[in-house]
T-cell receptor, first 115, second 114 residues
Framework: AQSVTQLDSQVPVFEEAPVELRCNYS??????LFWYVQYPNQGLQLLLK??????LVKSINGFEAEFNKSQTSFHLRKPSVHISDTAEYFC?????????????FGTGTRLLVSP | SQTIHQWPATLVQPVGSPLSLECTVE??????LYWYRQAAGRGLQLLFY??????ISSEVPQNLSASRPQDRQFILSSKKLLLSDSGFYLC?????????????FGPGTRLTVL
């Protein structure tokens, strides 16, 4: 079974500052890794994912995440945040080669960007 | 393009009353369908998933049930609601059986049980 830990429930940051949202996972098998974002009162949207290859993956809105197998981490970063980045961010994993995708989510990190 | 609908958007129900939440997907065929519950401070919990009509798998034993009467319709039900059933219910869909496929989420239903 897999588990995902997001230690920071809330991260306050000023606009244009850098931010890192931490994600650690536990699994006895290979996994795919995902970051989903949830804006207020909306469903979740995929932000980025790591499947294989380059360990650094990027989204179209400036976020990036790096897969670190030795540390079982997939931290999300952005060098300069905007007010519009205020949202809840969920890290998730799914097992490779199960024949069906079941996502296991972390508890989420609320990013609060203030002017 | 594909879209996913959920209704109602919000619901306030008394303890012991029945529940029916509906999810429909448009623009695709034979999707995998999922029901999640998001409770405060607890992230998303997978409740049910379905890979086809009348094929439902339950992840968490509880007083909720799910049905899939049509290919693109997924219903979450309860005969008697508990206070602990309060939360934000999200429906999602994906295609294929690969673990790397993206799941697409609906707008959610906020359920308050009083």
């Amino acid at each position: 079974a897999q588990s995902v830990t997001q230690l920071d429930s809330q991260v306050p940051v000023f606009e244009e500052a850098p931010v890192e949202l931490r994600c650690n996972y536990s699994s006895s098998v290979s996994v795919y890794l995902f970051w989903y974002v949830q804006y207020p009162n909306q469903g979740l949207q995929l932000l980025l994912k790591y499947l294989s290859g380059s360990t650094l993956v990027k989204s179209i809105n400036g976020f990036e995440a790096e897969f670190n197998k030795s540390q079982t981490s997939f931290h999300l970063r952005k060098p300069s945040v905007h007010i519009s980045d205020t949202a809840e961010y969920f890290c998730a994993v799914s097992e490779v080669n199960t024949g069906f995708q079941k996502l296991v989510f972390g508890t989420g990190t609320r990013l609060l960007v203030s002017p | 393009s594909q879209t996913i609908h959920q209704w109602p958007a919000t619901l306030v129900q008394p303890v012991g009353s029945p529940l029916s939440l509906e999810c429909t997907v448009e623009g695709t065929s034979n999707p995998n369908l999922y029901w999640y519950r998001q409770a405060a401070g607890r992230g998303l919990q997978l409740l049910f998933y379905s890979i086809g009509i009348d094929q439902i798998s339950s992840e968490v034993p509880q007083n909720l049930s799910a049905s899939r009467p049509q290919d693109r319709q997924f219903i979450l039900s309860s005969k008697k609601l508990l206070l602990s059933d309060s939360g934000f219910y999200l429906c999602a869909w994906s295609l294929g059986l690969a673990g790397h496929n993206e799941q697409f989420f609906g707008p959610g239903t906020r359920l308050t049980v009083l």
